[in-house]
């Protein structure tokens, strides 16, 4: 692929575990789309669709506030399980708000990686663009896409969240494996983390408080089973109280004990960054009440580890 270093374009790229075709066809079924397009907490009703150069996908956006957002997707380009190329956010009376291109790269039988391309008129637009993708939280639709194709593929529920950094992937994998980089940023806004005992190593086991300036603090361990440098680190975490005791959290009694967390780091040479995926799920023995307290969780998830990546953005540029 060509450098990306167009100032009125924005990119995005995402891998999933997912065949070529799998990934396709729950891009372009309206059907499929249903269970993922948007941000976190929107669903859509579609009211046509027609893929092929000229045809179009009318459809409405429900967001949770009750607002409508009414959409009109124009194609240009259909290459089928290659690439796509529509205009995206018209309306009845309102001209497209940017062009995207969709590029499908098959990368192994189960892996496929996902292109896109955001072009606007001027660089002024593109940040304005970016900025309300933002605020919108509209790049947790591609998280929810990971997640669906994860349930229709193994049954299994997860929770997904990617953001690209402005740094190379030797810094990423450092200020997530030094304790006294970890424990700046991690603590979601408004918390504060300290380790009490930090061993950070396969088959170590850190012990952390986490603490708001009114008084609250819960406690956690984390178990690490796998860090390879500079690409993956695995481990597992659970709350605990001040002893170092197996304990729920005290906000909500019935999260699920033990949360497996895999955190990938891709390099992005097109644009010189570095992707941070971050992949949560429940392992060992939990209740169905537990399952639907994570599944129903994913915004408020979406939130903390937003919370946590501002406070990273802003630690890397020191």
Not at 297 to 309: A, L, V
Request: hydrophobic share 35%; with cysteine; proline share 6%.
């Amino acid at each position: 692929m060509a450098a990306k270093n167009k100032p009125n374009e924005l990119y995005l790229t995402r891998v999933y575990d997912a065949p070529l075709k799998m990934v396709w066809d729950a891009f372009t079924d309206p059907n499929q789309a249903a269970n993922w397009w948007g941000p976190r907490g929107f669903t859509i009703t579609t009211h046509s669709k027609n893929l092929k150069p000229g045809g179009q996908w009318n459809y409405t956006m429900h967001g949770p506030d009750g607002k409508d957002w009414p959409n009109i997707a124009t194609y240009h380009e259909v290459e089928k399980y290659s690439r796509l190329v529509y205009d995206h956010g018209a309306t009845e009376t309102t001209p497209p708000l940017f062009r995207v291109t969709a590029e499908f790269k098959e990368l192994g039988k189960n892996k496929t990686q996902f292109d896109m391309t955001m072009a606007v008129a001027t660089e002024e637009a593109a940040k304005e663009i970016a900025k309300f993708i933002k605020a919108a939280g509209g790049n947790s639709t591609w998280d929810r896409f990971a997640e669906y194709l994860e349930k229709e593929q193994k049954q299994k529920e997860i929770f997904v969240i990617n953001r690209s950094f402005n740094t190379d992937i030797n810094t990423m994998f450092k200020v997530w494996t030094e304790p006294e980089h970890f424990c700046k940023w991690l603590a979601p806004t408004g918390m504060n983390m300290q380790f009490i005992r930090a061993d950070i190593k396969p088959g170590g086991k850190s012990f952390y408080k986490m603490s708001n300036d009114q008084g609250f603090a819960l406690y956690g361990t984390i178990e690490y089973k796998e860090i390879t440098k500079p690409n993956r680190i695995v481990y597992t975490q659970q709350f605990a109280d001040e002893n170092e005791k197996l304990s729920k959290h005290p906000g909500a009694p019935v999260w699920p004990e033990t949360m497996l967390t895999t955190v990938t780091f891709t390099e992005e040479p097109e644009t010189k960054q570095t992707r941070v995926t971050v992949q949560w799920e429940i392992v060992g023995k939990f209740t169905p009440e537990e399952m639907q307290a994570f599944i129903k969780e994913r915004g408020g998830m979406t939130q903390g580890w937003t919370g946590s990546f501002d406070k990273l953005e802003e630690y890397l540029k020191k």
